[in-house]
């Protein structure tokens, strides 16, 4: 199965591109293209237990198991990250800090309240 995993701030400078495919034997998990995106990119060998992922655009833990056509995202937390921020504040891969996610009736649609955090 084919995968596509998207990199962000020092992920993507590390591998020199914000996206990679990767083909993966069935049942494979987040977990599992990490060892692979670290076999290729040794400069990300180090990284991995300061990471978080999500898969198609939902946190998730790195022992989810993965589909073909996924899209998974593998961020680190934001750096500020327990300094300051509320213990109910979730860091976004994108380095957006969401106090709550609201979702809506229409499918794929949602609201954001981004609190807003004196750091």
Request: net charge neutral.
């Amino acid at each position: 199965m084919r995968v596509r995993v998207r990199l962000f701030a020092s992920l993507r400078e590390a591998v020199g591109q914000g996206e990679v495919e990767l083909d993966l034997p069935p049942r494979a998990t987040a977990e599992d293209a990490w060892a692979l995106l670290a076999r290729d990119h040794p400069l990300l060998t180090d990284r991995r237990p300061r990471l978080t992922a999500a898969v198609n655009r939902r946190y998730a833990p790195f022992d989810t198991a993965l589909s073909d056509g996924d899209e998974l995202v593998f961020a680190s937390p934001h750096p500020r990250c327990g300094h300051g921020i509320s213990p109910h504040a979730v860091p976004d891969p994108f380095g957006v800090y969401f106090s709550e996610r609201l979702t809506l009736a229409a499918p794929n649609a949602f609201m954001i309240r981004v609190a807003r955090q004196e750091l």
